[in-house]
T-cell receptor, first 111, second 116 residues
Framework: GQSLEQPSEVTAVEGAIVQINCTYQ??????LSWYQQHDGGAPTFLSY????GLEETGRFSSFLSRSDSYGYLLLQELQMKDSASYFC????????????FGAGTRLAVHP | DAGVIQSPRHEVTEMGQEVTLRCKPI?????LFWYRQTMMRGLELLIY????????DSGMPEDRFSAKMPNASFSTLKIQPSEPRDSAVYFC??????????????FGDGTRLSIL
């Protein structure tokens, strides 16, 4: 089977740094993706880690440790517009990009 | 560039009625996914197609649900007959699959379905 666990909610203030963790159990692992979804909106792709280490894209970074079956999304210089749900997702094998999503972490950014 | 286009954006209908949701994937993408999202169950994969062929429909809840992809630019998800528990947001997503598993999925804006 395959499952991903992430916290249900995280709260932070503007300008702060927040880390959203994701642990996974998979029968075959190819990498970890992160998606953002604003209320009433569609999930949008943020990042993908195929290898261990940190990937940085502007204010957002994503980290993967295969040995620990663990990854995180790091959001820096938080802005109000970062209030959204964040999903980690892992692909199955087969080359079809089928994803299994975590339950999502709802991030609330306060002034 | 046009993204994934879904229609209708909202649908309200009475139980027992047939519901058809439509999706136009991004041109050039060869994988298409139908998801359902609810507060209770999160984002669930219902079915996905590769090169217009259904690959895995194990997520389809029951026989009332069916999906087709007659060509590379169009797919439908049909519920017949509909029930109140089918109320959810239904997303269509597409991606390019060329043997790699790191191609992001692009989601449409979703169809908000309410069955009364």
């Amino acid at each position: 089977g395959q499952s991903l666990e992430q916290p249900s909610e995280v709260t932070a203030v503007e300008g702060a740094i927040v880390q959203i963790n994701c642990t996974y159990q998979t029968s075959g692992f190819y990498g970890l993706s992160w998606y953002q979804q604003h209320d009433g909106g569609a999930p949008t792709f943020l990042s993908y880690n195929a290898l261990d280490g940190l990937e940085e894209t502007g204010r957002f970074s994503s980290f993967l440790s295969r040995s620990d079956s663990y990854g995180y999304l790091l959001l820096q210089e938080l802005q109000m517009k970062d209030s959204a749900s964040y999903f980690c997702a892992a692909p199955f094998s087969g080359g079809y990009n089928k994803l299994i999503f975590g339950a999502g972490t709802r991030l609330a950014v306060h002034p | 560039d046009a993204g994934v286009i879904q229609s209708p954006r909202h649908e309200v209908t009475e139980m027992g009625q047939e519901v058809t949701l439509r999706c136009k994937p991004i041109s050039g993408h060869n994988s298409l996914f139908w998801y359902r999202q609810t507060m209770m169950r999160g984002l669930e994969l219902l079915i996905y197609f590769n090169n217009n062929v259904p690959i895995d429909d194990s997520g389809m809840p029951e026989d009332r649900f069916s999906a087709k992809m007659p060509n590379a630019s169009f797919s439908t998800l049909k519920i017949q007959p509909s029930e109140p528990r089918d109320s959810a947001v239904y997303f269509c997503a597409s991606s390019f699959s060329g043997g790699l598993v790191n191609q992001p999925q692009h989601f449409g804006d979703g169809t908000r379905l309410s069955i009364l």
